[in-house]
């Protein structure tokens, strides 16, 4: 907010308002913009403010009055039908979030401001496609903005529009010969597009600049046809973060994914008092803890992606949650504290689980259970397979040697559909290891 004087007496009276909403002074806030309604009763800013105020005090049915009613006011006001859609994404309404965001683009085409917002949106609905159309649109009108360039070049890369992408890449690279970032993109682009010859030129520069960066070296890996043993940090984090919103959504109405309820029902089975400590790995935004209700111990959460959690941590069933790599999760957890480990559709993207499976038995109580899905690696095959869909594949006869030598005697492993994959069932397995008592 700038501390510059307005000439118009509403604009000064909302400013306070947003200050005070920003300080956490949400009912003296309230009361000042009730006095503001009063005398403006109009004015769809008001409103816009009501909706910032309903969602600062976690009111989201009262945010979206306010933000509806400043667009019936001003229908043609493209800031309010902005502001409307994006509050509608945060709220998962992504249908009609894009509705209004369409109307706001064609309410005012030129406007960048509205345009990199319903970007936003659009990523957040998955809508790849779309955003790409507004983020041409937008660098055709800010071409000298290399964020939203690049930007265009991901999305272009992750449609598969490696053509277009590159030639994105080359132009931020030739503006700006130290953007990592691009050359990063750029070096996807040709791996990708299976020209792994200049993919690897590029990661070397990248590596000669930072020769530790994981994502570097992951990549390297790749390109030069080995199997890397995991998914760096940062691959993950780019992974999951952006799709945070929509998740839900996505896995459960659209791809089918059940397995959360399938286990929550397991665990309910075997521990019918709900008297259990459970630490859920990759908990995402958390539809175990969801399918499982409130339990009578400890359920915590842990997720490299802040942004997953975040939504997780809306249910109010976790007690807390570690922002760390489930690998040191459990390499430096003690001895004994867990009843139920649960990795649900997570070992997929942590490949070689030499280590956590020795490690989840030992954190486990006696009698405890470690419950992991895993993607089917054809058994003729290498242990581990990293699939071009970025997903790890584990070879059943492999996790099961693991579990054995790790000393879960007591074991079964069924095969299951995870999910729909490109409207095809996809394969995996469901690991139930018990400790010994
Ligand atoms: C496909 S989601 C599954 C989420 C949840 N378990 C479920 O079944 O809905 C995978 C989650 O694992 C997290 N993840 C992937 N690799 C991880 C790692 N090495 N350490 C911690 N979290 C990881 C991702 O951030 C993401 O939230």
């Given at each position: 907010?700038?501390?510059t004087?307005?000439?118009d ?9 947003q200050?005070?909403?920003?300080s ?12 503001v309604?009063?005398?403006a ?11 910032r ?8 049915q009262?945010a ?7 667009v ?18 945060r ?17 005012d ?6 345009l990199?917002?319903m970007?936003?949106?659009?990523h ?10 507004w983020?041409?649109q937008?660098?055709?009108l ?8 690049l ?19 080359d ?6 010969p130290?953007n990592?970032a ?15 010859k ?6 070397a ?5 930072e020769?530790q960066n994981?994502?570097?070296?992951f ?6 046809g ?20 929509s998740?839900?959504?996505h896995?459960?109405r ?10 929550a029902?397991?665990i309910q ?6 008297k259990l400590?459970?630490?859920d790995l990759g908990?995402?935004t ?11 111990g400890?359920?915590v959460?842990v ?5 997953m959690?975040?939504q ?24 004994a504290i ?5 990795a649900l559709?997570?070992f ?6 030499t ?15 470690l ?5 089917t690696?054809a ?5 581990l ?7 790890y594949?584990h ?5 099961e040697?693991?579990?054995r030598?790790a ?12 999910r ?18």
């Open positions: 907010m700038t501390s004087t307005s000439p007496p509403i604009a000064r009276r909302l400013q306070t308002v200050h005070l909403i920003t956490g002074k949400l009912s003296e806030a309230a009361e000042r913009l009730n006095g309604a009063k005398t009763p109009k004015d769809p800013r008001v409103y816009l403010l009501g909706m105020l309903g969602e600062a005090a976690g009111n989201p009262r979206e009055e306010a933000a509806r009613r400043a019936e006011l001003e229908p043609t006001w493209p800031v309010a039908v902005t502001e409307y859609a994006a509050l509608l994404a709220q998962g309404r992504f249908d009609e979030a894009l509705q209004h965001g369409r109307r706001a683009v064609a309410l085409p030129n406007n960048p401001q509205v990199a917002r970007v936003d949106v659009a957040d609905a998955l809508q790849i496609d779309l955003a790409t159309q983020l041409q937008l660098v055709n800010v071409p000298q903005n290399s964020g939203m360039k930007l265009l070049a991901t999305d272009l890369r992750r449609t598969g529009r490696h053509d277009e992408a590159l030639t994105r890449y132009e931020l690279i030739a503006a700006e130290g990592n691009a050359l990063l993109g750029r070096a996807q682009a040709w791996h990708a597009k299976g020209d792994d200049a993919a690897l030129a590029d990661c520069t990248l590596l000669d600049r020769p994981e994502e570097y070296k990549l390297r890996a790749l390109a030069s080995e199997t890397p043993p995991s998914q760096p940090a940062a691959v993950v984090k780019q992974l999951f973060d952006p799709v945070a919103y998740f839900d959504d896995m459960v659209g791809l089918r994914y059940r397995l959360p309820k399938q286990v029902g397991l089975g075997k521990y019918p008092d709900l400590n459970v630490l908990c995402g958390g539809l175990l803890g969801v399918c499982l209700g409130r339990i009578q400890a359920l959460g997720d490299l992606s802040e942004a959690t975040a997780a941590a809306g249910h109010k069933v976790y007690d807390r949650f570690h922002h760390v790599n489930v690998l040191d999760a459990l390499a430096e957890t003690p001895a867990y009843d139920v480990i649960a559709d997570v997929i993207y942590v490949g070689d689980l280590a956590a499976i020795p490690d989840a038995h030992r954190i486990l109580v006696p009698g405890g259970h419950i992991f899905s895993c993607e690696a058994e003729d095959g290498p242990q397979v990293l699939q071009p869909t970025g997903r594949a070879k059943r006869s492999h996790v040697a693991l579990c030598s000393g879960f005697a007591d074991l079964s492993i069924e095969d299951c559909d995870l729909l994959e490109q409207g095809q069932r996809l394969q995996g397995f469901l690991v139930v290891a018990r400790k010994a008592s």
